[in-house]
């Protein structure tokens, strides 16, 4: 083993984080997460599956063009080709570790489809409740492993460098109390920052914070504007809704207006399954009409309670059947393929801070990530990063000072609640020059306040300076080129 004493520390129990930790055996992690049992992940709330080519009738090659389509042929293509080829493996690497994916009566893995997929390519575990399925095996495999040191109910709010290069994290507890931790490498896998808007389908521990902790430290961003919204959370009162799985449409399930019109009529030729930009806009349109656009699942066939529980679940919470009766839903931010550059092998600008999962952006998902590539990303990626880091030998002690990068202070509740709602209005779904450069401003007035702002503003910057619509990113300027 060449790290000595030194662990490499991963922040986040998502699968990203898990995947890397435990590809790093035999060398040692510490695994730092804010929950104790490290739940509240994105990862443990996705209801999409993982999309990978096992039907003989499909390839991996039509998987990464359904992928480059998605993301407007902004993505890196290499990168785009490489997933898709590993998908299958990572299927059997998730086997392995204990998933039990959904099957038929021959034991044959039941395929699914989603917006954008040109074929059914997406494997289920538990129905709806894939990520949970993913996360809670991958979680007791890691906190089996000798290799890997768990910590939770921490927060890491500082990196440590010397002579320009990350060697460590500082971290605070729920009482307050500050440590420093020494590392051979940093590895952030803290998620997204779909809860920095006023309505997400994320937790709201996917607020952006290891993104911002990366650009304090002077790692290099890339693609802050393309931000996913979800077309169907389930539309009501609250921040963090619940989302109503893209697999009912691929069941059966169809949108509708007010009136019972098919809202996708004309709209994109795979119509309900059009890619999640697409039917995100038209239901922001609908909305911004002054309607209200329904899901109607009545139709779609099956035990609920087996293919889709964590649905079934969440709408008789908040009075609706959605066996018996339509849906009201949402556009809710989902997913950001931005976030710190990172190359292949999860390498940041910064010497010894490695970005994976949602975090990093490797150009992968290019401008509109496809459905069910996010696992599957988490998963190849962090158990390429777990193989890299276990074979690197730590730097040698530098002789300069360590210097402590914080992320900041964060915006007090009322503050941060405006900023919510900022978000939502003016880099939402479709975006207007004005209405981000008021926005941009608002943020910057409130830069000095706290960390979210600061972060805000950079995403905003970002939305602005892409002038041209892309994937994601859709601008309605006057005269705004398409």
Request: glycine share 12%; hydrophobic share 45%.
């Amino acid at each position: 083993m060449r790290h000595a004493h030194l662990p490499v520390v991963v922040v986040g129990g998502g699968v990203a984080g898990l995947a890397t930790a435990l590809a790093m055996a035999p060398a040692p992690v510490r695994l730092l997460c804010r929950a104790h049992d490290g739940c509240g992940s994105a990862s443990a709330l996705a209801q999409g599956g993982i999309a990978a080519a096992l039907d003989p009738h499909d390839s991996a090659a039509a998987h990464a063009a359904d992928t480059l389509a998605a993301g407007a042929q902004h993505n890196d293509a290499a990168m785009v080709q490489w997933l898709a080829a590993e998908a299958p493996a990572a299927i059997a690497w998730l086997q392995a570790q204990g998933v039990v994916f959904d099957s038929d009566a021959q034991g044959r893995l039941q395929l699914g489809r989603e917006g954008g997929h040109g074929a059914a390519r997406i494997v289920h575990a538990g129905g709806d409740a894939s990520g949970a399925a993913l996360v809670q095996a991958l979680r007791a495999r890691a906190q089996a492993a000798t290799h890997v040191q768990w910590r939770g109910g921490v927060d890491v709010d500082g990196l440590l460098l010397r002579e320009g290069r990350v060697v460590g994290v500082r971290t605070r507890d729920e009482r307050g109390r500050h440590e420093q931790v020494e590392a051979a490498a940093v590895v952030l896998a803290t998620g997204g920052i779909g809860a920095l808007y006023a309505r997400t389908s994320n937790p709201p521990g996917a607020d952006g914070a290891g993104l911002a902790l990366g650009l304090a430290a002077g790692a290099e961003p890339r693609d802050l504007e393309f931000v996913q919204f979800h077309p169907t959370a389930l539309d009501v009162p609250g921040h963090c809704l619940p989302l109503i799985t893209e697999a009912l449409r691929g069941a059966g399930a169809r949108l509708q207006d007010a009136d019972g019109n098919a809202l996708m009529a004309g709209v994109h030729p795979l119509g309900d399954l059009a890619p999640r930009d697409v039917v995100s806009r038209r239901v922001a349109a609908e909305q911004a009409a002054g309607g209200r656009v329904w899901l109607d699942a009545t139709g779609v066939d099956g035990d609920w309670e087996r293919r889709f529980p964590t649905v079934l679940a969440a709408c008789l919470a908040h009075g609706y059947d959605p066996r018996r009766s339509a849906l009201p839903v949402t556009p809710a931010a989902h997913f950001h393929m931005g976030g710190l550059a990172a190359d292949v092998d999860g390498r940041t600008s910064v010497p010894g801070l490695y970005a994976v999962g949602e975090v990093a952006c490797n150009g992968v998902h290019g401008a509109n990530r496809l459905a069910s590539n996010s696992l599957l990303e988490g998963v190849i990626c962090g158990r390429r990063l777990g193989r890299l880091l276990a074979d690197v030998a730590p730097p040698a002690p530098g002789n300069g000072p360590l210097r402590v990068v914080e992320r900041g202070a964060s915006l007090p509740p009322a503050q941060l609640a405006a900023l919510h709602a900022l978000l939502w209005r003016s880099a939402g779904p479709v975006r207007e020059a004005g209405s981000l450069r008021d926005a941009w401003r608002a943020c910057s007035a409130l830069a000095e306040v706290g960390w979210q702002a600061r972060l805000a503003k950079m995403l905003l910057r970002a939305m602005r300076l892409r002038r041209h619509s892309l994937g994601a990113h859709w601008r309605e300027d006057r005269g705004c080129p398409r």
